[in-house]
């Protein structure tokens, strides 16, 4: 049977040991005033050889990422800009060469 943590408005914290079917504690044992169910974060590991030592978040691996990613965008359209730019210059090759060809006819 679970055990469930409860708080009552006036501060009070007890656990009550119910099945998952009875309904929920109402009242304080101590004071009887209204109460509400206590929740708590569940620690999560994933274990295995699926899983990687970096898929667990902090804060220092985070700043990393994220400087890591505008790093890559600013190259990315770096290269962008590089192939803009020599774009054009492949094309006039490209007409003048097709024009030379159409004077040769």
Do not use: W
Request: aromatic letters at 8%.
């Amino acid at each position: 049977m679970p055990i469930y943590e409860y708080r009552c408005e006036n501060g009070h914290l007890f656990e009550v040991m119910q099945k998952m079917s009875d309904p929920p504690v109402t009242v304080c044992e101590e004071c009887g005033a209204p109460v509400s169910r206590v929740f708590h974060p569940v620690a999560v590991h994933f274990k295995g050889s699926g899983f990687y030592n970096t898929d667990y978040g902090t804060a220092k691996r985070k700043r990393e990422s994220e400087k890591s990613a505008s790093d890559g965008a600013d190259k990315h359209d770096s290269k962008q800009k590089d192939k803009k730019d020599s774009k054009p210059a492949s094309s006039s090759s490209d007409s003048s060469s097709s024009s030379t060809s159409s004077k040769s006819d």
